[in-house]
């Protein structure tokens, strides 16, 4: 039997001036009809630049194809015009693109732009396509549609968006939908979500899939084959069962080791060399009652953080689980008073910081630190690595001289594994794991015995995720280090942490021992972001069962699980559950 897509000896050059890049080299696959097939490696692998070439959608210049053949039902697309393959686009091939924001038009309507290419493709009047729309946002869970039909992008949540993506992309019924990376910017319940529909789609509608991601869990629960890239090159390339239960290339091995699984016990914590200044009983930070409304105007509040309490032990890791808009990272900026805090005490080794003078909370940031999530974002950069790290030194006034400086800031540099000759570099010369330690280094310079970590994983591919996990590991033995750890993959937080928060819409929901929480979770919506996260093992995935709490408006979500009401309970020792009263 035919297959639907053929794609052979791809080779994909850019040009920039004199020099030359290949993106893709020699790549060879197919795709039959009904299968969906998993693209998977890191970033620069070129996953999205083989997507792209299928779909025709790389500017030339500066791209170039080099040579290949990609063949969709028979007819090779690389001799297509531009304006043939408008006609291809949307009808017989369908795109997802990982960011739902930047791909929708934000001054056009929803509707407007599922109805579009129903008109171009099908030659459907005005009426029919939006009746088609609407039936479309239905299909894919959206409720409400006819209202929403009306409505902008900026509207909707992420996940949401991600569905109207998808409802474009399948609204002309094509036989192939190319998914590049749908999920990357979801929540883990959201991602679920949007993946059971495409499961869905597929079976209604018969659509072979192209899913290309960096997360091996996802690969799991969906993909018949694999094909699995490298710096441009297919390095392996069979069914997923196969891949997973016996790799061959190095390589592939590297990935599927590079994560903790959550269905892994957790490994024995090392010693800390550091001795501790304080009690057992006495903890190192202790928050009651925290609480950070912010004015939305109009009579309107959000509570971000809403009468949180929990302490945290000297040398200890805990872990801050939850959604996005659940409080975790204001949470974190609250107890350094980044945010102003609206009520309740935080105490740093008995010091209530709210009482502090803003002279005497620049003295006591000394003690306490944050690694940002966006590496991009959080370098200046205007600023050599040199300046940025020394910067810190030159506000608490640290070292005494210009030498003195500099030999410190590459001592920082060499202790999160960055060469020190490179402090006279600037930020956009490193990789995005590169800056990341750049950003430890900065966090590390005024040393500290705190540290918020929020979210440093998110922006960074999986084996460099891993090299990071186990820097902070060593440097909180080392110098006897203490962490919130904020983060949304709960595979890595339970691999990190002593103990684990459950946050969920402002307030938290669960705590307990992370072997414990994971092994036995209490409160309902632990259980549903448990199940939602996938384990990269096909047979786990496929005899798993997701408990999903469908998405729906803010205002209906405000308390779901009447937390309000709930009172503070201690099931078993040290595990903690809001119960409702």
Known sequence: MQPLLKVSDLSVSFHSGESEFQAVR???????????????????SGKSVTA?????????????????????????????????????????????????????????????????????????SRREAKKQAIAMLELV????????????????????????????????????????????????????????????????????????????????????RVVVMKEGQIVEYGTTAEIFANPKHEYTSRLLNALPRLDEKKKPKPVSLVPRDLQDDQPLLEVKSLRQHFNLGKGNTLKAVNDISFYIRQGETLGVVGESGSGKSTTGRAILRLHEPTGGDVLFKGVPLNRLSASEMKTMRRHMQIIFQDPYASLNPKLRIMDII?????????????????????????????????????????????????????????????????????????????QIVQLL??????????????????????????????????KIVELAESEELYSNPQHAYTKSLLSAIPVPDPAVEAKKKRIVSEESGREQLADRYNLEQSKWVEVTEGHWVAVSG
């Open 26 to 44: 020699d790549v060879s696959f197919e795709v039959r009809k009904g299968e969906t097939l998993g693209i998977v490696g890191e970033s620069g």
């Open 52 to 124: 792209r070439s299928i779909m025709r959608l790389l500017a030339s210049p500066p791209s170039q194809m080099k040579k290949g053949e990609i063949l969709f039902r028979g007819v090779n697309l690389a001799n297509k015009t531009q304006k043939e393959m408008e006609s291809i686009r949307g009808r017989d091939i369908g795109m997802i693109f990982q960011d739902p924001m930047s791909s929708l038009n934000p001054t056009i309507k929803v509707g407007k732009q599922i109805s579009e290419s129903l008109i171009k493709h099908q030659k459907l």
């Open 141 to 224: 869970g959206i409720s409400q549609s006819e209202a929403r039909y009306n409505q902008y992008p900026h509207e909707f949540s992420g996940g949401m968006r991600q569905r109207v993506m998808i409802a474009i992309a399948l609204a002309c019924r094509p036989e192939l939908l190319i998914a590049d990376e749908p999920t990357t910017a979801l929540d883990v319940t959201i991602q679920a979500q949007i993946l059971n529909l495409m499961k869905d789609m597929q079976e209604q509608l018969g659509t072979s899939i192209i899913l290309i991601t960096h997360d091996l869990g996802v690969v799991a629960g969906m993909c018949d």
């Open 390 to 466: 020394g910067e810190a030194l030159d506000i608490h006034q640290l070292t005494k001289s210009a030498a003195e400086r500099e030999k410190r800031v590459e001592e920082l540099l060499e202790m999160v594994g960055l060469d020190p000759s490179h402090a006279l570099r600037y930020p956009h010369e490193f990789s995005g794991g590169q800056r990341q330690r750049i950003g430890i280094a900065r966090a590390l310079a005024v040393e500290p015995e705190f540290i918020v970590c929020d979210e440093p994983l998110s922006a960074l591919d999986v084996s460099i995720q891993a």
């Open 473 to 506: 590991e060593e440097l909180q033995q080392r110098l006897g280090l203490t962490y919130l750890f904020i983060a949304h993959d709960l595979s890595m937080v339970k691999h990190i942490s002593d103990r684990v928060a459950v946050m969920y819409n402002g």
